[in-house]
């Protein structure tokens, strides 16, 4: 045996080591979760992606230049004309917080960094605190090895990739980030009890609720958490102290944001929380009692009070109940009522349906932006059952209610990857550990020429990694216990993946016996060399496939800016830059105060870019704006006109992607404008632009599809391309293809034919020569009706 | 059967009051803190219900600053308490320490929600 304090020194040596080289390995991970996401400011340039964040950078830059006051009490009047919107009260100001305070900090520094460099780059640099933030939350639930693994492939998992890129400057960059750590937060106070850590729970869940609106998430699924352990009998008092304080100041700090404001107390959202916090001060009370009287008193205090309790709950819940369901939506909001009924927005609110993030996923989605981890998470779960624990079982409720409502929404895949790097991160450490562990544990056999029984043992205990040295005999040998059916489980989800299984199970039942011979108190699960060592190499190059997939999906798929295209030809690269093109032609020639009207999906770019005042944005929050401008848009021309000269728009802007392919264009999206706008006001039928239950373009299409304003604005002179006015994207001629514009004329047409701008025409001048015929009642009665009388738009 | 019930509700009573009077003095002066706390949101709550709810920011913190200081005191008290297995190698006074600088945070939060 080898002497103890050198055994120890060794130990400490190797902590050291170890501790030096996780440090390391963390550095590294942080580097890729950076690196991974540069490659569109590497195939294009450092710009803003998208819709969304082209709003949240105006904002910043409004913030940085004006300073925070002025932020929190800004009213902006340049979109949503005639309304404008609070900005201050609806906009969730912790990602413009943030990176304002970024650049606020790097320009004090000198570092004189543009505003856009730094709202372009605070997702990657978020998405390696969000890797760190993994590690931390797995090593609390399962150890270090673990945790470096989880962080290991949520640095690289597509789906969060796909929001944070360089260049998505939106919510979930910095929000997912706050999600993983508020968890790790209220992981950390249930394994130590320590108030301490409840503050700093309670200040991240503020920095969630600043954040992003999904912060719901965590309000009720630590509810539910509590709820699962007081229900399985694992109330502790430790689980007081990660819960009440949470709720108390959790409540108040996010009251304190005023977006949320007073929903934090009345809305249906957070009555799970107060719910749970009643319940668990009743079993934290029950317990207490229980331990202060001798049993037999206790039963008498159990009937007494469950007697006089079930009335008084009764009365409180019927009363409760009458609240509640007097509401029409029973108090929950729009977005959280159709994530638990999926069918709920398409029945109601066609806004919500109509956005694509909204959709729910198809099946091969989720083996794009989770990959390999789709079948890692099962074994993950089963290893978090051996042996289970508070930690554990929430990371498991976490991955069940994230694929439910990843489920509902393409756009919560993004809340499920974390999950899923967590619980890959257990299965992969667990499987590693029994593999190298059997290595380790034959290979100095392989190397002895005839081992002694005792020997054997004796060097088995010796050469066993450290964090089994403090384990008691009788812990192991449940543990092994309890491990064994989880490989057989494990071995057998690999077999799909590998071949020629059957060999190694039957050689590892042989082993099973062999070892469990000249072990008596010690059970060590060991499986064959040869199969270990293998196996090992096999989970290697899977995890090579996950990192090219994930390496390709980044490059390839995430990394598109979408305000700027390309394509490749036989001739070279074609870029597309016709939005920035429409957006400068718009800055630089119209009057600053104009009012321009497109669809919704570009009023965030036109008011960031262009800076002109816009009629409908991208918040989607006045729902019968949109269907007025929808409405214009689906009128034939004079009507048309009427709508948007009542709003005193003098442009229209209008995507168009006939000429090139671009399948993203308004006609492609002219159904929603039917239906929002149909909804609204009922002389906008559907059915009357359907032919066969199709939208058309070509000779088929209704007359009334072929007269209204987004066939004629996106249509015009179009025949004069190709002479024939084929439409690449719908792939037919259009029907009516020489017509002229009364009441638009047509300023401006980018290069591809992508945005095509029009002007309003002033209305005609009144003839002047019959106003002489004024005495004359007759005529002028007549003139008036003519010419006077204005017709009601709206009908 | 209601004399049982009765007299039995009386030897819960006695059996409650004496071992309550087995608790240290540290711990009574934190539920008396408790109930303490407690009776004054009982009293804000009464006052809303004459009153009304307006300014509803003011009535909010007002009863969540007791609510919150009830919970910590509890906590406290859990941390504080001998008989708890759990908190052994916790001294009192980190956890005293640690209350304090929760109700630090929770006061902060409080006079700005005050308005």
């Known amino acids: 045996m080898a002497d103890p304090s050198e055994a120890k020194g060794e130990g400490s040596l190797r902590k050291a080591f170890g501790g030096v080289l996780g440090v390391f390995i963390l550095l590294l991970i942080g580097t890729l979760a950076f690196s991974i996401r540069l490659f569109s400011v590497i195939k294009y340039e450092s710009v803003i992606h998208e819709f969304d964040p082209y709003f949240n950078y105006r904002v910043t830059q409004f913030l940085t230049k004006n300073g925070i006051y002025d932020f929190w009490n800004w009213f902006d009047d340049r979109t949503w004309y005639p309304l404008g919107r609070v900005i201050g009260g609806t906009v969730y100001p912790g990602l413009t917080l943030t990176a304002g305070s970024i650049w606020w900090l790097l320009n004090n520094l000198n570092i004189p960094l543009s505003v856009e ?73 249930l394994n130590t009890g320590s108030l301490f ?30 709820l699962l352990c007081i229900v399985t009998g694992r109330y502790s008092s430790r689980l007081y102290i990660a819960y009440a304080p949470l709720v108390v100041l959790g409540t108040l700090l996010a009251s304190l944001v005023p977006v949320v404001g007073f929903n934090a107390v009345m809305t249906s959202e957070h009555f799970a929380s107060f719910l749970v916090f009643i319940i668990l001060h009743v079993v934290a009370f029950v317990y207490y009692i229980k331990g202060i009287l001798s049993p037999k008193m206790f039963k008498v205090a159990m009937t007494l009070v469950v007697t006089i309790g079930i009335a008084v709950c009764s009365a409180v819940l019927a009363i409760l109940i009458a609240l509640v369901a007097s509401s029409p939506t029973k108090g929950w909001s729009g977005r959280s009522l159709s994530l638990l009924d999926p069918t709920y927005a398409s029945k109601y609110i066609p806004i919500i349906a109509s956005v694509s993030e909204h959709q729910p996923p198809t099946w091969p989605s989720y083996f794009m932006d989770i990959n390999v981890l789709a079948f890692l998470v099962p074994a993950g779960i089963v290893a978090c059952f051996l042996p289970l624990s508070d930690a554990s079982s929430f990371v498991i409720l976490y991955i069940a209610t994230s694929v439910y409502f990843s489920g509902v929404m393409v756009r919560l895949m993004l809340v499920l990857a974390p999950a899923a790097c967590i619980m890959s991160g257990i299965a992969l450490s667990e499987a590693f550990d029994a593999f190298t562990r059997s290595i380790k544990f034959q290979l100095p056999k392989l190397f002895e020429a005839s081992p002694s029984d005792a020997g054997d ?34 071995k057998k989800e690999k077999k799909k993946l590998e071949k020629g299984k ?16 000249p072990l008596n108190a010690k059970k060590l699960l060991v499986l064959p060399l040869e199969a270990s060592a293998v196996a090992i190499l096999l989970l290697i190059i899977l995890g090579a496939f996950y990192v090219v997939h994930c390496v390709w999906a980044a490059a390839e798929a995430y990394s598109a800016p979408s305000i700027v295209l390309t394509s490749h030809s036989h001739d070279g690269l074609h870029v597309f830059d016709d939005f920035r093109e429409a ?27 262009a800076n002109r005042t816009v009629i409908v944005d991208n918040n989607t929050w006045n729902n019968t ?43 492609n999206k002219f159904l929603w404008m039917v239906r929002i706008g149909g909804g609204v006001f009922p002389h906008i039928r559907e059915p009357d632009y359907l032919r066969d239950g199709q939208y058309r373009i070509d000779a088929h299409a209704t007359p009334t599809m072929l007269n209204c304003l987004m066939y004629k604005l996106s249509y015009y002179r179009f025949v004069e391309t190709d002479g024939k006015g084929f439409d690449r994207v719908r792939g037919t001629e259009i029907g009516k293809k020489h017509f002229r514009l009364t009441h638009f004329e047509e300023v401006f047409t980018t290069h591809h034919w992508m945005v095509r701008i029009y002007k309003l025409k002033s209305p005609k001048n009144r003839i002047r020569g019959k106003s002489k015929k004024k005495t004359n009642p007759k005529t002028t009665s007549k003139i008036n009706s003519n010419k006077n009388v204005k017709k009601n738009p709206w009908q | 059967m209601a004399k049982s019930s009765s007299s039995d509700a009386q030897a819960l009573i006695r059996s409650l009051r004496s071992a309550y009077a087995a608790t240290p003095t540290k711990l009574k002066i934190i539920d008396l803190y408790v109930v303490y706390a407690i009776t004054t949101a009982v009293i804000q709550i009464v006052y809303m219900g004459i009153v009304g709810s307006f300014p509803f920011n003011s009535f909010l913190s007002g009863i969540l600053s007791c609510v919150g200081t009830a919970v910590l005191a509890v906590c406290l008290r859990i941390q504080v308490n001998k008989e708890n297995k759990e908190f052994k190698d916790l001294s009192p006074e980190r956890a005293f320490a640690d209350f304090v600088l929760c109700n630090l945070v929770l006061h902060l939060v409080i006079m700005n929600f005050l308005g």
């Open chain 1, 502 to 517: 059957e060999i190694k199970e039957k050689g590892k039942e042989n082993a099973d016996k062999v070892s469990n011979k």
């Open chain 1, 583 to 609: 957006y400068a032609w718009l800055k630089h020639n119209t009057d600053v105060d104009d009012k321009v009207a497109s669809w919704w999906d570009y009023g965030y770019q036109t008011t960031a870019m």
């Open chain 1, 625 to 667: 704006h949109i269907a007025t401008v929808g409405t214009a848009m689906s009128s034939p021309e004079k009507p048309a006109w009427d709508i948007f000269n009542s709003l005193d728009v003098k442009y229209v802007l209008v995507v168009f992607g006939g000429l090139v392919g671009y399948s993203s264009d308004d006609i």
């Open chain 1, 457 to 490: 043992t004796n060097r088995g205990t010796q050469d066993e990694p450290t964090k089994v040295d403090n384990n008691t005999p009788t812990e192991k040998t449940e543990a092994t216990v309890k491990e064994r059916p989880s490989e057989k489980h494990r």
């Open chain 1, 117 to 189: 460099t730094v709202c372009v780059f605070t997702a990657p640099i978020f998405s390696a605190n969000a890797a760190w933030a993994t590690y931390l939350l797995t090593k609390e639930v399962k150890g270090t090895g673990a945790g470096l693994t989880a962080a290991a492939l949520l640095a690289m998992v597509p789906s969060y990739i796909s929001r944070s890129v360089a260049g998505s400057y939106d919510n979930e960059a910095v929000a997912i980030f706050a999600l993983i750590f508020t968890f790790y937060l209220y992981i950390k106070t």
């Open chain 1, 197 to 226: 850590y409840a503050t700093l729970n309670a200040l991240s869940y503020f920095y969630m609720v600043c954040s992003w609106g999904g912060y719901t998430f965590i309000i009720n699924l630590i509810p539910m958490h509590v």
